[in-house]
């Protein structure tokens, strides 16, 4: 796991840039630095690779860029090709030697045989870029889910790439500006819909694609995708215990190839389902035993410790936990927000930023975590809440019917007083329509864009015309519309939350901030194609999630953790900044004559916002997103554009 | 008497939902929960607002769209309620 940057074209001072964007994510790989300049010969664009290292697989012989044997390829590479020892001794049987132990020189033989197709043999989690002399082109990859981040853009035509922007801020006359259109996504969906980023010209490569870059231009391929068969092939399964044997092979399996490292791997610990599966499988597997690692909060509507020192007895394992307090969020918020590289509407991400503190504090730079098992095997409250809006849906103005949503919400106090037709408007339950393709997200979509009431008049006129979920709806595949609601609502999640979002911003980024790396079981790509084959009442049945899952892991689970409902991993937003010192932070953030300034914002309406927010034990749904949106926005705006401003400040 | 109260709710929706931005007020027969403007804490807020504004106590089961979701409907029911608490 690393960090990886480079380009192709030509560049004035080669060695020098490449050191810069390195220097950009240290933080990505503490443990070694390389880079490898390609001259350009004859016609070619020049090349060069730029590589930090966190050593974790091949500690001594695997330093990077590493250059193939006859010195015709060079790769720079983020991540870990769990499969590598499958993968190499069938290559060592073959009649192929290798100089080194590790995964990089596996992928780099790989690519070396079989070009572009190497993709599809890989297991992991990975980024990486190429240089291919013998066809004087770069090729870059991205891993199936998008575990692993690459960024590039082009200026003056070079193209450049890394695994963070960070990196691109330090190609000559790059100058970052935030996107209004992606500010409208992030405002409606959460983040930006790849390959857009929040930075103007920089795009993301999408999960499961690969790029070809040479003189002639680049061309981006997908070589995987989310699939489902479609709602009419849908049958009941008739063997729910051989699925459930199935399931727990394959889990076992992801698990055991994640634990794969030269230095030792711990688990993740939140108190619930997914992460406590992955920490009792890892707990059999793991020789020298195993470490756990928990975030505990202050409230007790976030506060998950009671169950996380439970499974923790329950494994016998060895547990580290840290606290979370409201002002611990408020002092790391503008790190995350650096670090995640984009606007935010929620806290959440701090948390995880400060739990990988604590596993680095340990010693350890490798966890397993439950993430994925909500996307893959239907975990999450919102599949359960568009299976009852499709019920109320069958029964308009049913008195009784709404009652549910209650049900699926015990934690939010604010439903709870609510009358059924109350319940029935808030989740458009009589309203959306039923062929709509965004049906499942629409109250969630609706609710964040209702934080649009703070755009500005100019960015309003700015973005007239604009709908963050049409542009959703245009990247829908055309075999969506044939696939079971349930599916389809997966898919959404699947595609744009859990890599915009999930895996980045709370993900990866937060990880690597403190050096370390994630990995999850879940979302090994043999486990997600499995799950898809799956009859969706085998995920959701009735308004049980994971049914399935719960069964197959049931025995090693205590009965506490197999039968708990899914409690949503959330953190206090705007609550977390009313102590005196955030305070003093969100005043100089949002001061109005700087939010006047940049002109994102109605600077009015953000200063009255700021005053009830603090005013306020439990803001709205909307306030809270507006004051964490508005907040990481201009956040954004001081950490990236902060040389631009002050210039035309000065001006 | 129902055109003040009509002014009294649209001033607190502009205060309180709106922060202040009176062009995002909607018309007095549209949806508050359509326009984005309530959602179910804003409508607690609501409830506490009119009870202390005018005096009377909301049931429970009066608290349904058909009372609250417009300004139309919240001065009518204001309207109702309020004219029996000063009879009583």
């Known amino acids: 796991m690393c960090g990886l940057a480079g380009y192709l074209g030509n560049v004035a001072e080669p060695e020098r840039l490449l050191a810069a964007m390195g220097d950009a994510i240290a933080h990505r790989g503490p443990d070694g630095r390389g880079l490898n300049v390609i001259a350009p010969e004859g016609s070619a664009p020049g090349a060069g690779l730029s590589h930090v290292r966190l050593s974790i697989v091949g500690l001594a012989d695997s330093a990077q860029p590493m250059v193939s044997e006859y010195g015709e390829l060079a790769i720079a590479f983020n991540g870990e090709i769990f499969n590598y020892v499958e993968l190499r001794e069938e290559l060592v049987a073959r009649g192929y030697r290798f100089r080194t132990s590790g995964d990089t020189e596996v992928l780099l033989k790989l690519y070396e045989i079989y070009g572009p197709e190497c993709l599809c043999r890989l297991n992991g989690d990975f980024a990486f870029a190429i240089w291919d002399g013998r066809a004087k082109r770069m090729f870059i990859a991205r891993d199936r889910m998008g575990v692993r981040p690459l960024f590039y853009t082009e200026k003056a035509g070079t193209l450049y790439f890394a695994s963070e922007v960070k990196a691109l801020l330090a190609v000559p006359g790059f100058h970052a500006a935030l996107d209004p259109l992606a500010l409208d996504q992030v405002f409606t969906l959460w983040s930006p819909i790849a390959p857009r980023t929040a930075f103007e010209g920089v795009f993301e490569l999408e999960p499961g694609n690969y790029m070809i870059a040479d003189a002639s231009g680049r061309r981006i391929s997908t070589y995987w995708s989310l699939d489902f068969p479609d709602a009419v092939d849908v049958r009941p399964e008739l063997n729910e215990d051989d699925r459930a044997a199935q399931l727990r092979h394959l889990l076992e399996d992801a698990t055991r190839i994640r634990l794969r490292a030269d230095v030792p791997v711990g688990s993740c610990l939140s108190g619930g389902l997914d992460s406590s599966i992955v920490a009792a499988l890892a707990a059999e597997m793991a020789p020298r035993g195993l470490d756990t690692f928990a975030i505990t909060f202050d409230s007790a509507e976030h506060d998950e410790s009671s169950f996380q020192k439970l499974m923790a007895r329950h494994l016998g394992v060895k547990h580290h936990e840290i606290n979370c307090s409201e002002a611990d969020i408020a002092a790391a918020f503008p790190d995350v927000v650096r670090l995640a590289e984009k606007p935010l509407i929620r806290t959440a991400p701090a948390p995880m930023y400060r739990l990988s503190s604590l596993i680095r504090e340990t010693g350890m730079k490798v966890v397993l975590t439950g993430e994925g098992a909500d996307e893959v095997f239907a975990g999450y409250d919102l599949f359960k809440e568009a299976q009852v809006r499709r019920f109320c849906a069958r029964q308009p103005g049913s008195k009784f019917r709404p009652h549910l949503f209650r049900k699926l919400y015990p934690y939010l106090p604010g439903l709870q007083k609510q009358s059924a037709e109350y319940l029935a408007a808030f989740f458009g339950a009589d309203a959306a329509p039923l062929s709509d393709p965004l049906f499942s997200h629409r109250p969630r979509l609706r609710g964040t864009a209702a934080a649009k009431l703070f755009f500005s008049a100019d960015l309003k006129s700015r973005l007239a015309g604009y709908d963050a979920a049409d542009d959703m709806i245009a990247q829908l595949p055309e075999r969506f519309s044939r696939w079971h609601p349930l599916h389809q609502a997966q898919y959404l999640e699947t595609r744009f939350l859990m890599p915009g979002y999930i895996l980045s911003s709370q993900g990866d980024r937060m990880a690597m901030g403190n050096g370390v790396e994630g990995r999850f079981p879940f979302l090994d790509h043999r486990l997600v194609e499995f799950a898809t084959t799956l009859s969706p009442s085998m995920k959701l049945k009735g308004l049980k999630e994971k049914y399935l899952l719960r069964k197959s892991m049931a025995d090693k689970l205590p009965a506490e953790i197999t039968h708990r409902v899914k409690q949503p991993y959330r953190a206090p937003d705007s609550r977390a900044f009313s102590g005196a010192v955030a305070q003093e932070q969100v005043h100089a953030v949002l001061n109005p004559s700087r939010v006047a300034g940049d002109g994102l914002f109605n600077a009015a309406a953000v200063d009255k916002l700021v005053q009830k927010c603090a005013g306020q034990s439990a803001p709205s749904f909307r306030d809270d997103t507006a004051f964490i949106g508005v907040l990481s926005t201009q956040m954004w705006l001081d950490i990236f554009q902060g040389t631009n401003r002050r210039a035309s400040e000065a001006a | ?88």
């Open chain 2, 1 to 88: 008497m129902s055109e003040s109260i009509k002014q009294t709710i649209r001033s607190f929706i502009v205060e309180n939902f709106l922060f202040g931005d009176e062009a995002a007020l909607p018309g007095d027969a549209e949806s508050l929960i359509a326009g984005g403007i309530i959602d179910s804490t804003g409508v607690l807020e609501l409830v506490a607002f009119i009870e202390e504004q005018f005096g009377f106590t909301v049931a429970d089961s009066d608290i349904v769209p058909a009372n609250l979701d417009t300004i139309d409907a919240i001065a009518g029911y204001v309207g109702r309620n309020a004219s029996a608490a000063a009879a009583a």
